[in-house]
């Protein structure tokens, strides 16, 4: 069974390998982007669950692109935010047998999220009280349906976050209020 190594400074963590906005404009959102950027004096970055789980699941197609991606973020000093909607994601699918055909431990998830977060500049954050007006507009705009809803939810967490989003799902792309990157 193939395994890779993670970097967490010099030590590793060993994974397993598997198979518009109608009520507020534009401008508006960009500005808040700006300011908030502007206040924490960088930019700021936020990872989708895709990019952690392509990361520990050394036979995914992306996995090369996700790890480098989080040891670049690791190593970097511009500050990760990651979601607790990413993270509990990342725990029910990263242990899901219906997900990777080798799913983690609970504990080697868990110590996962907890070897990213060690790192000064890493942190699970709730993305405030903005992020509920941002996702209503959203949700208004995109009228999202089934899996939509939570990726409109995750897009609106980072727009209030000043965040640029990071991750393997093109269909981010739809909303041009978010910066939106792929690994």
């Avoid at 507020?24 to 970055?45: C, D, E, I, N």
């Avoid at 699970?124 to 999202?144: N, T």
Wanted: with cysteine.
């Amino acid at each position: 069974m193939p395994r890779s190594t993670f970097p967490h400074s010099t030590a590793g963590l060993s994974c397993r390998g598997s198979t518009p906005s109608i009520l507020r404009p534009y401008s508006t959102l960009s500005k808040a982007r700006v300011l908030r950027r502007t206040l924490m004096g960088r930019s700021v970055k936020s990872v989708d669950v895709n990019v952690l789980l392509n990361a520990v699941n050394s036979r995914a197609e992306h996995h090369g692109r996700a790890r480098g991606e989080l040891i670049e973020m690791m190593s970097d000093s511009e500050p990760v935010i990651v979601l607790p909607t990413v993270a509990i994601g990342f725990l029910r699918l990263a242990t899901d047998r219906r997900v990777l055909a080798r799913p983690l431990q609970p504990a080697e998830a868990a110590s996962f999220l907890h070897t990213m977060t060690a790192h000064r500049h890493i942190s699970i954050e709730h993305p405030g009280p903005e992020a509920w007006e941002i996702f209503d507009d959203l949700h208004a705009a995109h009228r999202p349906v089934g899996p939509d809803v939570t990726d409109v939810y995750l897009a609106a967490s980072a727009i209030a976050l000043g965040a640029t989003w990071v991750s393997f799902d093109r269909g981010f792309a739809r909303f041009p209020e978010l910066d939106w990157q792929s690994p």
